[in-house]
């Protein structure tokens, strides 16, 4: 492992952009369509699939995180085409505005004019940080005094708790989606306990050999005690048992980013930042 504890630039192949960003698409795609029916319906949850890529829409989502579209770059270009018809599908699901997620590897040159066209705003930076599943960590990184389990449907309440304190989520509930993700078949649930209480989580979606890293928090009162270092250790080692080749995890672009640092002292290395390009319908 490196000695920074902040990530710096690693090249990516075009081949390895692509599997990361599908493998985001996925487990966000996933997170929405097992959740049951009825709260599909409550929440205006829809997906499509367009070009290879998920569009999603939540429109009872007030923070609009969820109406996103993203994945895209393997099955066509980016272009003004595919542009219009995310919105088309967006706006036809009832969304009024949303995010466009797309890799720096991936916009083509004209895209300042397509932005134009379209009305696209750049919005917040996010940076992709990845690491291959058999790199070393120093194991420093990954003690915890708190117990570490794979978490079940009884720990979702918990769950949601840390989500809704880690990142303001309060609206929408999100538990319908979370409880889907525990009973995923390709999702790796972990989560650190103090007693009976559950103090941080984070979960793992297996994509086509991708080990993709999502929704981890801990609550305010645990934090500095090391519970997402060893929630990254234990995922990483279910990606390695579930024969990944590959670690990627997204966060704020800052450097000062607990997330992002957390990442970088476990090993991972910053392979892009990615804009979030907004639109308005």
């Not at 915890?144 to 979702?156: C, S």
Request: charged share 25%; net charge negative.
């Amino acid at each position: 492992m490196s000695p920074h504890p902040v990530p710096v630039t690693t090249p990516l192949s075009h081949a390895d952009v692509l599997a990361v960003e599908r493998a985001e698409a996925e487990y966000f795609r996933r997170f929405l369509d097992r959740a049951p029916t009825p709260d599909r319906e409550r929440l205006g949850i829809s997906t499509a699939s367009v070009r290879g890529g998920v569009v999603a829409v939540v429109t009872a989502d007030p923070s609009r995180y969820w109406t996103k579209a993203l994945g895209f770059g393997a099955d066509g270009p980016v272009d003004d085409t595919l542009v219009a018809e995310v919105v088309d599908v967006s706006t036809a699901a009832g969304a009024t505005e949303g995010v466009l997620a797309i890799a720096p590897a991936f916009l083509p040159t004209d895209w300042s004019a397509i932005c134009e066209r379209h009305g696209l705003v750049a919005g917040s930076r996010w940076a992709k940080s990845v690491r291959a599943v058999d790199t070393d960590t120093d194991d420093d990184t990954a003690r915890t005094d708190l117990p570490v389990r794979r978490l079940t449907v009884d720990d979702v309440p918990g769950w949601a708790r840390i989500i809704r304190e880690a990142f303001g989520m309060t609206e929408p509930d999100l538990s319908p989606m979370l409880r889907g993700a525990v009973e995923d078949p390709v999702a790796h649930v972990f989560g650190a306990f103090d007693g009976d209480l559950l103090v941080g989580a984070a979960a793992l979606h297996v994509v086509d050999g991708v080990g993709s890293l999502n929704t981890g928090g801990t609550l305010p009162s645990h934090r500095g005690r090391g519970v997402q270092s060893a929630l990254i250790a234990a995922r990483a080692a279910a990606a390695r048992a579930a024969g990944c080749r590959l670690l990627t995890a997204e966060t704020g672009g800052a450097e000062t980013d607990p997330s992002y640092r957390n990442l970088g002292r476990a090993g991972f290395v910053r392979a892009y930042h990615r804009v979030n390009w907004r639109w308005t319908a």
